[in-house]
């Protein structure tokens, strides 16, 4: 069964200036364990889409499953955690404070939740970090704690808005390795937005390329680069002509291909 099967989904926003077709007619499914990128410039729907997911946004139109649920179902069964691009922590409480906050407010015991947080911890590289609070860390490890926090709840999908979009290249770089090596090991599936195709090619088993006015996939693509990636992959002749094709399927959306 796919974790995510959209038919047809669209998407209007009634404005004072008029629609804005946000999505329309997106076509996508996505199997178990895969890592799907969305790709495409600004005001092109990911981040509407990445939210219609999460029953933050509700399609006016076509259907929208998660787990064979409707949005709204799938996420009272918690089935995803959600990473915004901003690592949005509270900073009155500690790192192991913030990951606990939401265990806490679904009545998770003390020992249970001892034992999720320093599981997630361990899984984004901060163990040894809890009792710090958030401004004594860099924006590299508060975003690494914001991963953990929505890691807590141990759901099968990550949804991931843009979030290394803020942070330096060679931060960016470790995170990116870092998100790889923990997908490999949780067997999650991820639904991530991003800008930069180096990332999008370096992270996805699936590269969703989108284009604005009205907002839709113009491709998709499956790439062919082995789960294991090393940094360096990124040198090689299979991912050059990959992020080519990604740029391609850019400016074909844009109309000046
Ligand atoms: N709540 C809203 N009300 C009205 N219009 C909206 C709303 N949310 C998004 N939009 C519009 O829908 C379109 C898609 O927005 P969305 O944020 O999904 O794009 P995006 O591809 O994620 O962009 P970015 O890369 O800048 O984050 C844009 O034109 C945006 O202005």
Redesign the pocket.
Known sequence: MAVIEASGVCLT?Q?ADGP?H?LKDVDLSVAPGEFVSFI?P???????FLRSIAALETPTGGTLRVNGKDPDAARRARAYGYVFQAPGLYPWRTISGNISLPLEIMGFSKLERAERIARVMDLVELSGFGAKFPWQLSGGMQQRASIARALAFDADILLMDEPFGALDEIVRDRLNEALLTLWRKTGKTIGF?T?SIPEAVYLSTKIVVMSPRP?RITRIIDSPLPPDRPLEIRETPEFIALAHEVREGLREGHGDA
């Open positions: 926003f404005t804005v946000a495409g600004s005001g092109c729907g990911k981040t509407t937005v800008h907002g």
